[in-house]
């Protein structure tokens, strides 16, 4: 089945080419789900080399914590984090695609991230740590989405967030069209493109740049403790010398860990 993604706001979003409206985002990734894991779990992934080793350092001691997920994939990484000592755990992804067998403590909703605070399970309730991994383009609003969840963050909680390197996405255009860096980056134009985990399906993608997204946490009454461009270990750089290679050119993600701004003032 041909899936085309179409995109809402600067986000992600997946659509069956045969219907149209709410919902098909969580179809095309119950599709796609499975490819993602699969290339995920991969040797040599970059999200096993780079990207989960540099979150996990950013989230510390998750001992007692509760956590929320917001497009956690089938949870894997919640289930480390079980693993490693947090209380409780919620998952919330749309595809439905979660571990057969989750730990004690760590609970798995298929919803949708856009209206996660209404979802049983996570209405009412506060979290030490709010994650978005490689999700937040699916949100509609994303000044929204961001402040429910700083809305339910508990006392000394903060978000982790990540996003690919909007510079990744400028460059691939500039090779395909012929352009410059530039022209793409700043291009306002949405783009499509095949997912590297599943050829059939296509994703067509609102442009960001950074400034787009700093001014999306400042909107939402958040500030910045920490930003960090993951790059390989010295040891993956060595065994996987193509990894590098494509890390040189497409530079990876940005994480970002976020504070509620004290003082701010937040449409709820
Ligand atoms: C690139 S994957 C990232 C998965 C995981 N967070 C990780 O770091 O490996 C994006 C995830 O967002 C989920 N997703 C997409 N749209 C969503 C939505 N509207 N609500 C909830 N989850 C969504 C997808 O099903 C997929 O699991």
Known sequence: MFYLVTVADDS?????????????????????????????SSEDSLDRLVEWPAQRTLLGDVAGLS???LG???????????????????????????????????????GDLNEFDSLP???????DRILFLQSFGYAKDPVLTLQSARAMLAEDGFILLTRTQPIRYALERADRNGTSL???YFS????????????????????????????VFSAAGLWIET?????LSEDARRR??????????????????????PGAIVAS
């Open 67 to 69: 956590l929320l997920d």
């Open 227 to 231: 930003a960090v461009e993951p790059e």
């Open 188 to 215: 306002k134009a949405s783009y499509t493109y095949r997912t590297r985990w599943n050829e059939e399906i296509a994703i067509t993608k609102r442009t960001y740049t950074i400034s787009d997204l700093i001014n």
């Open 72 to 110: 956690c994939g089938n949870g894997g990484k919640l289930a480390e984090l079980v693993a490693d000592g947090a209380a409780s755990a919620v998952g919330v992804d749309a595809s439905g695609n979660f571990l057969s067998a989750p730990p004690a403590g760590l609970e798995f909703i298929q």
């Open 12 to 40: 992600e979003k997946a659509t069956s080419s045969h219907t149209t409206g709410p919902g098909h985002s969580s179809q095309a990734w119950s599709e796609l789900a499975p490819d993602y894991e699969r290339a995920r």
């Open 240 to 261: 996987y010398p193509h990894k590098q290679e494509w890390m040189n050119k497409h530079l990876g993600i940005l994480i970002f860990k976020l504070r509620p701004l």
């Open 182 to 184: 530039g022209e793409e």
């Open 121 to 127: 399970g996570v209405a009412g309730r506060n979290f």
